[in-house]
């Protein structure tokens, strides 16, 4: 990778696959997250939980569908909950885990064909901690 790969378009450029909706990924969603998307669905945010996430730990993760998809994902029509899905899906990659655990960077990029593998790590590092702070303050 050359030195002047210094931005996120530079390491991840999304190709609205759904890979990163694929598979047993832990998104968690908080009850806030839980209300706005049975709000946006049109589900009675009572039994939203009990229908649509899974117990991980202590707290609750969106469900997958029997192929393995998030439950919430469409092949032809992509994320059906786009304007409310939770923080980590609008994140993606750029997760505060790779920080901590770079090596999960080139692990995500071999699912996702949009990331590029083999960054270095201070420029990771520098391009994630700047998206995160981004993102804290937009709220």
């Not at 420029?123 to 303050?137: A, D, E, M, R, T």
Request: glycine share 8%; with cysteine; net charge neutral.
């Amino acid at each position: 990778m050359d030195s002047i790969s210094k931005t996120e378009d530079d390491i991840f450029k999304c190709r609205m696959c759904g890979s990163c909706c694929s598979g047993f990924g832990g998104t968690y969603v908080s009850r806030e997250e839980c209300l706005a998307i049975s709000q946006f669905i049109g589900c009675d945010p009572a039994s939203f939980r009990e229908k649509y996430c899974s117990v991980s730990g202590s707290g609750y993760v969106l469900a997958t569908s029997e192929d393995g998809n998030c439950i919430f994902f469409d092949d032809k029509k992509g994320c059906t909950i786009h304007p409310v899905k939770p923080p980590m899906c609008r994140k993606w990659p750029f997760i505060e885990a790779v920080i901590h655990h770079p090596e999960n960077w080139n692990v995500m990029a071999g699912s996702c064909p949009g990331m590029k593998k083999d960054v270095p790590w201070d420029v990771l590092k520098k391009i994630i901690s700047v998206k995160i702070n981004n993102q804290n303050i937009a709220g």
